[in-house]
Protein backbone atom coordinates (compact mmCIF):
# COMPACT_ATOMS: atom_id res chain seq x y z
CA UNK A 1 0.00 0.00 0.00
CA UNK A 2 1.49 3.65 -0.69
CA UNK A 3 2.50 5.20 2.46
CA UNK A 4 2.37 9.30 2.69
CA UNK A 5 4.56 10.22 5.74
CA UNK A 6 3.52 13.42 6.72
CA UNK A 7 3.09 16.04 9.72
CA UNK A 8 0.18 14.16 11.58
CA UNK A 9 -1.66 17.43 13.14
CA UNK A 10 -1.83 19.54 10.35
CA UNK A 11 -2.79 19.60 6.68
CA UNK A 12 -0.04 21.67 5.71
CA UNK A 13 2.04 20.14 1.64
CA UNK A 14 0.99 16.65 2.73
CA UNK A 15 -2.54 17.73 2.32
CA UNK A 16 -2.02 18.48 -1.31
CA UNK A 17 -1.09 14.95 -1.66
CA UNK A 18 -3.94 13.65 0.45
CA UNK A 19 -6.51 14.94 -1.92
CA UNK A 20 -5.30 13.50 -4.78
CA UNK A 21 -4.75 9.97 -3.05
CA UNK A 22 -8.56 10.43 -1.78
CA UNK A 23 -9.97 11.44 -5.06
CA UNK A 24 -7.88 8.87 -6.89
CA UNK A 25 -9.60 6.08 -4.55
CA UNK A 26 -5.48 4.98 -3.95
CA UNK A 27 -5.74 3.02 -0.88
CA UNK A 28 -2.61 4.48 1.70
CA UNK A 29 -1.52 5.01 4.87
CA UNK A 30 -0.74 8.28 6.61
CA UNK A 31 1.45 6.93 8.36
CA UNK A 32 2.85 9.99 10.97
CA UNK A 33 -0.67 9.53 12.55
CA UNK A 34 -0.88 6.11 12.68
CA UNK A 35 0.30 4.56 16.88
CA UNK A 36 4.47 4.83 16.49
CA UNK A 37 3.89 6.84 13.51
CA UNK A 38 6.51 9.31 13.99
CA UNK A 39 8.98 7.10 14.81
CA UNK A 40 8.21 6.16 11.73
CA UNK A 41 8.49 9.05 9.76
CA UNK A 42 12.22 9.71 11.39
CA UNK A 43 13.17 6.60 10.17
CA UNK A 44 11.74 7.47 6.74
CA UNK A 45 13.82 11.15 7.24
CA UNK A 46 17.18 9.57 7.84
CA UNK A 47 19.13 10.43 4.87
CA UNK A 48 21.70 7.67 5.71
CA UNK A 49 19.29 4.80 5.25
CA UNK A 50 17.42 5.96 2.04
CA UNK A 51 18.99 5.91 -1.51
CA UNK A 52 17.42 8.99 -2.55
CA UNK A 53 16.49 11.05 1.05
CA UNK A 54 14.09 13.29 0.92
CA UNK A 55 14.91 17.00 2.61
CA UNK A 56 11.55 17.83 4.38
CA UNK A 57 8.17 15.81 4.74
CA UNK A 58 5.78 15.59 2.70
CA UNK A 59 7.26 12.19 1.59
CA UNK A 60 5.46 9.26 -0.70
CA UNK A 61 6.67 5.85 -0.26
CA UNK A 62 5.33 3.43 -3.56
CA UNK A 63 7.37 0.00 -3.45
CA UNK A 64 10.83 0.68 -4.48
CA UNK A 65 9.77 4.75 -4.99
CA UNK A 66 10.48 7.00 -2.25
CA UNK A 67 9.44 10.85 -3.48
CA UNK A 68 9.86 13.78 -1.95
CA UNK A 69 8.72 17.68 -2.81
CA UNK A 70 5.03 18.04 -3.35
CA UNK A 71 4.50 18.69 -6.94
CA UNK A 72 6.88 15.85 -7.37
CA UNK A 73 4.62 13.59 -5.50
CA UNK A 74 1.56 14.60 -7.82
CA UNK A 75 3.62 14.52 -10.80
CA UNK A 76 4.19 10.83 -9.91
CA UNK A 77 0.47 10.34 -8.82
CA UNK A 78 -1.27 12.05 -11.64
CA UNK A 79 0.57 9.67 -14.15
CA UNK A 80 0.05 6.52 -11.80
CA UNK A 81 -3.78 7.41 -11.10
CA UNK A 82 -5.13 9.68 -14.38
CA UNK A 83 -5.04 12.95 -12.45
CA UNK A 84 -3.27 14.36 -15.23
CA UNK A 85 -2.83 14.57 -18.94
CA UNK A 86 -1.01 11.43 -20.37
CA UNK A 87 0.86 13.94 -23.19
CA UNK A 88 4.30 15.59 -22.27
CA UNK A 89 2.64 19.35 -22.90
CA UNK A 90 -0.57 18.79 -20.55
CA UNK A 91 1.65 17.00 -17.82
CA UNK A 92 4.42 19.64 -17.71
CA UNK A 93 1.71 22.02 -17.92
CA UNK A 94 0.15 20.76 -14.55
CA UNK A 95 3.67 20.46 -13.32
CA UNK A 96 4.20 24.26 -14.12
CA UNK A 97 1.07 24.94 -12.03
CA UNK A 98 1.81 23.04 -9.41
CA UNK A 99 5.01 24.54 -8.90
CA UNK A 100 3.10 28.15 -9.13
CA UNK A 101 0.68 26.67 -6.20
CA UNK A 102 3.99 25.42 -4.29
CA UNK A 103 5.56 29.20 -5.01
CA UNK A 104 2.08 30.78 -3.46
CA UNK A 105 1.94 28.38 -0.79
CA UNK A 106 5.55 29.30 0.68
CA UNK A 107 4.65 32.56 0.68
CA UNK A 108 1.03 32.26 2.11
CA UNK A 109 3.63 30.89 4.81
CA UNK A 110 5.50 33.36 5.00
CA UNK A 111 3.14 35.80 6.01
CA UNK A 112 3.25 34.37 9.79
CA UNK A 113 7.23 33.63 9.47
CA UNK A 114 8.57 36.31 7.20
CA UNK A 115 12.09 36.57 9.53
CA UNK A 116 12.94 32.91 9.85
CA UNK A 117 11.10 29.48 10.01
CA UNK A 118 13.36 28.65 13.39
CA UNK A 119 11.75 32.22 15.12
CA UNK A 120 7.80 31.90 16.60
CA UNK A 121 5.62 34.13 14.91
CA UNK A 122 5.32 35.91 18.29
CA UNK A 123 9.38 37.07 17.70
CA UNK A 124 8.37 38.27 14.27
CA UNK A 125 4.70 39.77 14.62
CA UNK A 126 5.53 43.52 13.43
CA UNK A 127 7.27 42.26 10.17
CA UNK A 128 4.48 39.78 9.73
CA UNK A 129 2.00 42.44 9.78
CA UNK A 130 3.81 44.25 7.14
CA UNK A 131 4.44 41.06 5.09
CA UNK A 132 0.57 39.81 5.30
CA UNK A 133 -0.52 43.41 4.19
CA UNK A 134 1.76 43.19 1.06
CA UNK A 135 0.04 39.62 0.33
CA UNK A 136 -3.17 40.52 0.85
CA UNK A 137 -2.90 43.18 -1.07
CA UNK A 138 -0.63 42.54 -4.26
CA UNK A 139 0.11 39.16 -3.78
CA UNK A 140 -3.03 37.41 -3.97
CA UNK A 141 -4.49 39.10 -6.40
CA UNK A 142 -1.59 38.53 -8.66
CA UNK A 143 -1.61 34.89 -8.27
CA UNK A 144 -5.49 34.21 -7.95
CA UNK A 145 -5.77 36.63 -10.68
CA UNK A 146 -3.09 34.36 -12.94
CA UNK A 147 -5.19 30.93 -12.34
CA UNK A 148 -8.20 32.81 -12.87
CA UNK A 149 -7.30 33.62 -16.62
CA UNK A 150 -5.59 29.91 -16.67
CA UNK A 151 -9.00 28.63 -16.26
CA UNK A 152 -10.95 31.35 -18.58
CA UNK A 153 -8.63 29.96 -21.27
CA UNK A 154 -8.63 26.06 -20.50
CA UNK A 155 -10.69 24.38 -23.02
CA UNK A 156 -12.86 22.58 -20.12
CA UNK A 157 -14.09 23.86 -16.48
CA UNK A 158 -11.30 22.47 -15.15
CA UNK A 159 -7.44 23.53 -15.41
CA UNK A 160 -5.50 21.07 -17.32
CA UNK A 161 -7.50 20.02 -19.73
CA UNK A 162 -10.65 18.12 -19.75
CA UNK A 163 -10.77 15.81 -17.41
CA UNK A 164 -9.65 16.62 -13.18
CA UNK A 165 -6.29 16.77 -12.24
CA UNK A 166 -4.39 17.22 -9.23
CA UNK A 167 -4.11 21.24 -10.27
CA UNK A 168 -7.71 21.27 -9.25
CA UNK A 169 -7.61 19.72 -6.28
CA UNK A 170 -4.75 22.05 -4.90
CA UNK A 171 -6.34 24.80 -6.28
CA UNK A 172 -9.11 23.91 -4.32
CA UNK A 173 -7.04 23.84 -1.41
CA UNK A 174 -5.47 27.10 -1.77
CA UNK A 175 -8.75 28.85 -2.03
CA UNK A 176 -9.55 26.65 1.28
CA UNK A 177 -6.30 27.78 3.13
CA UNK A 178 -6.50 31.25 2.06
CA UNK A 179 -10.45 31.59 3.15
CA UNK A 180 -8.96 29.71 6.70
CA UNK A 181 -6.14 32.55 6.99
CA UNK A 182 -7.55 35.74 5.80
CA UNK A 183 -11.55 35.72 5.85
CA UNK A 184 -12.22 39.12 5.35
CA UNK A 185 -9.52 39.30 2.61
CA UNK A 186 -10.99 36.83 0.78
CA UNK A 187 -13.93 37.85 1.05
CA UNK A 188 -13.44 41.48 -0.49
CA UNK A 189 -11.96 39.71 -3.57
CA UNK A 190 -13.50 36.54 -3.90
CA UNK A 191 -15.92 37.90 -6.84
CA UNK A 192 -13.01 38.38 -8.83
CA UNK A 193 -12.34 35.26 -9.40
CA UNK A 194 -16.02 33.13 -10.53
CA UNK A 195 -14.12 30.59 -12.55
CA UNK A 196 -11.94 29.84 -9.17
CA UNK A 197 -14.38 29.82 -6.81
CA UNK A 198 -16.41 27.51 -8.79
CA UNK A 199 -13.73 25.15 -9.33
CA UNK A 200 -13.65 25.16 -5.23
CA UNK A 201 -17.07 24.06 -5.37
CA UNK A 202 -17.07 21.28 -7.62
CA UNK A 203 -14.18 19.88 -6.05
CA UNK A 204 -16.13 20.09 -2.75
CA UNK A 205 -18.50 18.39 -4.39
CA UNK A 206 -16.63 15.50 -5.95
CA UNK A 207 -18.06 12.16 -3.92
CA UNK A 208 -14.58 11.07 -2.88
CA UNK A 209 -13.32 14.24 -1.43
CA UNK A 210 -16.88 15.33 0.11
CA UNK A 211 -16.46 11.91 2.02
CA UNK A 212 -13.36 12.79 3.25
CA UNK A 213 -14.09 16.37 4.11
CA UNK A 214 -16.18 14.93 6.29
CA UNK A 215 -14.17 12.15 7.86
CA UNK A 216 -11.64 12.39 10.24
CA UNK A 217 -8.63 11.73 7.78
CA UNK A 218 -9.13 15.73 7.34
CA UNK A 219 -7.21 16.98 9.62
CA UNK A 220 -8.96 20.47 10.68
CA UNK A 221 -6.69 23.55 9.76
CA UNK A 222 -4.88 25.18 12.52
CA UNK A 223 -2.35 27.76 13.72
CA UNK A 224 -0.04 25.26 13.36
CA UNK A 225 0.04 24.71 9.72
CA UNK A 226 0.70 27.24 6.44
CA UNK A 227 -2.88 28.75 6.67
CA UNK A 228 -3.46 30.08 10.13
CA UNK A 229 -5.88 32.44 11.38
CA UNK A 230 -4.24 35.11 12.98
CA UNK A 231 -6.94 38.12 12.97
CA UNK A 232 -4.31 40.78 13.13
CA UNK A 233 -2.77 39.74 10.05
CA UNK A 234 -5.97 39.69 7.96
CA UNK A 235 -7.75 42.96 6.57
N1 LIG B 1 9.22 22.43 -1.34
C1 LIG B 1 8.88 21.40 -0.41
C2 LIG B 1 8.82 22.01 0.98
C3 LIG B 1 8.71 20.99 2.06
C4 LIG B 1 8.58 21.66 3.41
O1 LIG B 1 8.94 22.82 3.60
N2 LIG B 1 8.03 20.92 4.37
C5 LIG B 1 7.80 21.48 5.70
C6 LIG B 1 6.47 21.09 6.22
S1 LIG B 1 5.17 21.69 5.18
C7 LIG B 1 8.88 20.98 6.62
O2 LIG B 1 8.71 20.01 7.30
N3 LIG B 1 10.01 21.70 6.64
C8 LIG B 1 11.11 21.40 7.49
C9 LIG B 1 12.31 22.23 7.09
O3 LIG B 1 12.23 22.95 6.09
O4 LIG B 1 13.31 22.14 7.79
C10 LIG B 1 7.55 20.76 -0.80
O5 LIG B 1 6.75 21.39 -1.51
O6 LIG B 1 7.28 19.61 -0.44
Redo the contacts with the bound molecule.
Keep these: MVELYY?PTIQ???EFVRLALEAAGVPYRDVAREKNGMAAMQAVMDAAREQHPA????VLRDGDLLI????NILLYLGRAHGLAPRAEAGRLWAHQLQLTI?DVVAEAHDTHHPIS?SHYYEDQKAAAKKRARDFIEARIPKYLGYFERVLENSKGANAVGARLSYVDLSLFQLVEGLRYAFPRAMARQEGNWPRLVALRDRVAQLPAIAAYLRSKRRVPFNEDG?FRRYPELDR
Excluded: D, F, K, N
Design positions: WGRGYAPPGQTAAVI
